[in-house]
C-alpha cells in the first residue's frame, strides 16, 4: 500500500472541495477488516518525565518502572536488548546522528538547570497567523548564517561568537516547567533526526492541511524559534543540510499540533486489549501517512497502538465510496455530549464537528 496516497485494493485518499482530502472505500468493507498498518515513518517524542519509564524504540511501558538499560547521553531508555539494537542500528545509519543526539541532550540538561521565570507581560499576548509565519521567516537568515557558519572550514570570530548567542537565547527560551523546555527542544530535534532518516516523511508532513495555529503565546513562539535556532547551531557540519528552512519547521508545528497521536500506556503491552481511554500519557505522536482519515464522532474505523506499531481496522460494514472515519476524541466521544464534543474538537483541532451524529444531537437539542 502507498504510505501516502491510500491507493490499494480497498482504500483510497482522495480530494473533495470544501471538506479537503479525505479516505474512501473502493469496495465493500467488512467489520473488523485491516486497513491499514505501519511501523515507521513518523515523528515521535517521550515526555520528558517519562524518559526512564517508556523503552524509546517501542515505548514499551511497564506500568511507571524505570527500564535498566539506558542511554543517558542520548536520554533514551530501552525494554529489551533487541530494541537498544534496533535504535542504536537505525541512528547509525546517519554519520553523526548520534553525536548530534549527545549534543541535544546535553543542551538539554543544561536549560534545566537554569532558574528562570516567563514574564507575565507575554502571557496574554496571541499571535495570529500572519505574525508567526512572519517570525519564521524573519528567522530565516539567521538559520541560513548558522548553517554557513557551519559549513565554514575555519569560522570566524563572528561566526564563533552567532553560534554562541543563538545557543544562549535558546537556553534562556522558557516555559514554566522545565520538562515543557526539554519537551519543545526534544520534539524540534526529532524533525531534524526525522529529516536525516526519512526525508519522504518530512516531505508528506508538509503537504499536510492545518486547522489551527501552532502555538497561543508570542512567548511560547519566541520560544519554539529560539530554541530551533539554537539545535540547528548543535549540528555536525555532516549534517548542517538537513536543517529544515524556518517557514517548514514552522508548517511542521502546525500540522503536529492538527494532527498528532497521543503515546498512550494503554496501548503499550503486545498483548493489551485496551485503547487510549482511560490511561496515560506518554507522548506524541505524528505519522503523517495517517493523517489523512477525517474525523466523525461516529467512527467507521479504530486506530490502535501495540508498542510502535499502528492498525487501522473497520468497525462497521463501509459501503464502496463512503468516506471512512476515525475519531480524535479516543474514545470519549461515546459519553462526552455534543456541547463537549465540539468544544474539545474547537480547542485541540480547530473545528466544529459537523459530523452525522453531532448534526442529529444538535437538531434534536433545538427541537426540545
Not at 158 to 171: C, M, N, P
Request: aromatic share 8%.
Amino acid at each position: 500500500m502507498d504510505k501516502t496516497n491510500y491507493t490499494s485494493d480497498d482504500i483510497e485518499s482522495r480530494y473533495t472541495p470544501g471538506a479537503g482530502i479525505g479516505v474512501f472505500a473502493k469496495r465493500q468493507l467488512q467489520p473488523k477488516q485491516t486497513l491499514y498498518e505501519t511501523s515507521d515513518e513518523y515523528f515521535s517524542i517521550i515526555y520528558r518525565r517519562y524518559w526512564k519509564e517508556v523503552c524509546g524504540f517501542c515505548y514499551n511501558y511497564d506500568s511507571g518502572l524505570d527500564w535498566k538499560l539506558k542511554e543517558n547521553h542520548i536520554g533514551v531508555v530501552f525494554c529489551s536488548e533487541e530494541c537498544r539494537s534496533k535504535f542504536m542500528k537505525r541512528i547509525a545509519i546517519a554519520p553523526d546522528l548520534h553525536a548530534f543526539l549527545i549534543s541535544v541532550e546535553e543542551f538539554s540538561r543544561k536549560r534545566k538547570q537554569l532558574k528562570t521565570a516567563p514574564d507575565p507581560e507575554d502571557d496574554d499576548i496571541i499571535p495570529d497567523r500572519r505574525i508567526i509565519e512572519e517570525s519564521w521567516t524573519d528567522s530565516q537568515n539567521t538559520l541560513l548564517d548558522i548553517v554557513n557558519t557551519l559549513a565554514s572550514d575555519k569560522p570566524n570570530k563572528a561566526q564563533r561568537k552567532l553560534l554562541s548567542e543563538v545557543q544562549a537565547a535558546g537556553l534562556r527560551a522558557y516555559d514554566e516547567d522545565s520538562d515543557t523546555d526539554i519537551d519543545s527542544i526534544k520534539n524540534l530535534a526529532s524533525y531534524i533526526a526525522t529529516n536525516v532518516l526519512s526525508p519522504s516523511t518530512v516531505a508528506h508532513t508538509l503537504t499536510l492541511s492545518t486547522t489551527i495555529e501552532p502555538c497561543t503565546l508570542s512567548r511560547l513562539l519566541d520560544q519554539q524559534i529560539n530554541h530551533y535556532l539554537a539545535l540547528v547551531s548543535l549540528l555536525p557540519p555532516s549534517l548542517s543540510q538537513y536543517a529544515l528552512s524556518a517557514p517548514s519547521i514552522a508548517k511542521i508545528l502546525a500540522v503536529d499540533r492538527s494532527n498528532s497521536f497521543g503515546i498512550w500506556s494503554g496501548s503499550s503491552d503486545l498483548k493489551c486489549t485496551h485503547t487510549e481511554e482511560r490511561s496515560e500519557l506518554l507522548g506524541s505522536m505524528l505519522v503523517p501517512s495517517l493523517s489523512r482519515f477525517n474525523h466523525s464522532c461516529s467512527p467507521t474505523v479504530s486506530k490502535q497502538r501495540s508498542r510502535h506499531t499502528w492498525t487501522f481496522s473497520t468497525t462497521d460494514v463501509v459501503n464502496a465510496d463512503q468516506e471512512i472515519f476515525i475519531t480524535y476524541l479516543g474514545g470519549d466521544e461515546k459519553t462526552l455530549n455534543v456541547d463537549d464534543r465540539r468544544q474539545r474538537l474547537v480547542n485541540g483541532w480547530g473545528f466544529i464537528c459537523g459530523c452525522v451524529k453531532c448534526t442529529n444531537e444538535s437538531t434534536q437539542s433545538d427541537i426540545d
